[in-house]
T-cell receptor, first 110, second 114 residues
């Protein structure tokens, strides 16, 4: 079955540590996105990529980095510069029309 | 990014009734609006897309309207069931530049009671 796989489901980060969230899709979609979801704030766009080897910042890119070396993969790194990383992170892909979302990664700072 | 607003208060209705959720947008009328369902701890699931030139769209028990005069979309679930309980998100295009980048509302939580 086609879809998006995010891993891990839960992730714990220590202060000052960089962590990478994985997002893989087998839908052959060109565009991929990373959103952050906090209670009461809805989804906020972190980064997006319309094509391999190209990506753009969203509203809240500070403290995050991405790469798009393959069409199928769009990993997100949460760096130590992100001061409030605890949130639910969602990856999505699209070709036209609606997004297909992954099941999310819940990141907690310990 | 363009703004989109949903009623943040939860909506509680009785099983069998019609649930109506509201999505309001500001500034220019978007080319389309999308609706998603999200269950706790899960990613949103795409339900419907309605284009600017479409007044109404239906899918099984779901109906979406798009009123460019009121700058509003209504999302209806008829004959609601407890399994319809979830948070429903409205989304619009990020800007006029084309592409498929979306801005999401905060969502409205629906609870269908027996």
């Amino acid at each position: 079955d086609g879809g998006i796989t995010q891993s891990p489901k839960y992730l714990f980060r220590k202060e000052g540590q960089n962590v990478t969230l994985s997002c893989e899709q087998n839908l052959n979609h060109d565009a991929m996105y990373w959103y952050r979801q906090d209670p009461g704030q809805g989804l906020r766009l972190i980064y997006y990529s319309q094509i391999v080897n190209d990506f753009q910042k969203g509203d809240i890119a500070e403290g995050y980095s991405v790469s798009r070396e393959k069409k199928e993969s769009f990993p997100l790194t949460v760096t130590s510069a992100q001061k409030n990383p605890t949130a639910f992170y969602l990856c999505a892909s699209s070709i036209m029309g609606g997004y297909t979302f992954g099941s999310g990664t819940r990141l907690t700072v310990v | 990014s363009q703004k989109i607003e949903q009623n943040s208060e939860a909506l509680n209705i009785q099983e069998g009734k019609t649930a109506t959720l509201t999505c309001n947008y500001t500034n220019y009328s978007p080319a389309y609006l999308q609706w998603y369902r999200q269950d706790p701890g899960r990613g949103p699931v795409f339900l419907l897309l309605i284009r600017e030139n479409e007044k109404e769209k239906r899918k099984e028990r779901l109906k979406v309207t798009f009123d460019t005069t009121l700058k509003q979309s209504l999302f209806h679930i008829t004959a609601s069931q407890p399994a319809d309980s979830a948070t429903y998100l409205c989304a619009r295009p990020w800007d006029t530049g084309g592409g498929n980048k979306l801005t999401f509302g905060t969502g409205t939580q629906l609870k269908v009671e027996l």
